[in-house]
Structures are given as structure tokens and as C-alpha cells.
């Protein structure tokens, strides 16, 4: 059996608050766990003490049982100096331009470029005369 440390969704529409809990890995996100560790309100302020709650003892009896934390749960554990936080994955830039955009960009800067000093040619031999 593959156990997992994650979060169910309580709450209502629009305001949730997460249990943590140790569950099979294969069972719903919301439905049967083993065992209740904490609970997570993300609608409350950072600072506030009652944001995050973690029975740190459990959470670590259960890591020794072979359950896996959740790349959620790892990030709460890692800020409580129970395990090492992840090593932060690339991001992919999806919105960033394409060979022939970028290309078209570098001519057009180019071009600019080649203005500004035109521009300023002009105006320095007036000065001199």
C-alpha cells in the first residue's frame, strides 16, 4: 500500500481550508485517510498561528512507515526543518517570443539604433557650425 501525506479540501465554494492527512495513494483526494496530522487555511493571513498546524511527531513516525509527502505537504514540512525543501523545477516560458518573433525584434532594435545615432550626427554638426 502506497501512503501519501497530502491535503483533502474542506470548506465551502470560494473558502477552503485543507486537512492534512496520511492516506493511500489511490484513494480520492476527499475521501478515506488513515490518519488526520494537521490542517491548512489558506484563506488566513501568512503570519497568522492559525494558518498551518502539523503534528511534526506523526508526520515523521509516518515518513519512517514509508509514506510520501506531497510536493504541498514537503514545502510545509521543509519551512518546520523536517526534511530538506525540493529542489526548484525550470518553469517553462510558454509566453516568451519564437525564433522568428525574437529575430524580428533584434532587426527592429537594430533599426532604432541606427536612427538614434543618425539623430544624433545631424544635430552634433549643427552645434559645430
Known amino acids: ?41 489558506p484563506i488566513l493571513p501568512r503570519e497568522h498561528k492559525d494558518r498551518l498546524s502539523i503534528d511534526v511527531d506523526k508526520a515523521k513516525s509516518w515518513m519512517a512507515k514509508g509514506a510520501q509527502p506531497s510536493d504541498r505537504v514537503h514545502g510545509f514540512l521543509a519551512s518546520a526543518g523536517v526534511v530538506e525543501p525540493l529542489a526548484r523545477r525550470e518553469q517553462p516560458i510558454k509566453s516568451a517570443p519564437k525564433k522568428k518573433a525574437q529575430e524580428r525584434l533584434a532587426a527592429d532594435a537594430a533599426k532604432a539604433a541606427e536612427a538614434a545615432a543618425a539623430a544624433v550626427a545631424p544635430a552634433e554638426s549643427g552645434v559645430d557650425a
Request: aromatic residues 10%; hydrophobic residues 35%; glycine residues 10%.
Open 1 to 41: 500500500m502506497a501512503l501519501r501525506l497530502r491535503l483533502a479540501r474542506g470548506g465551502t465554494k470560494r473558502r477552503p481550508h485543507y486537512s492534512i492527512v496520511v492516506a493511500d495513494s489511490r484513494s480520492p483526494r476527499d475521501g478515506r485517510f488513515i490518519e488526520k496530522i494537521g490542517f491548512y487555511n
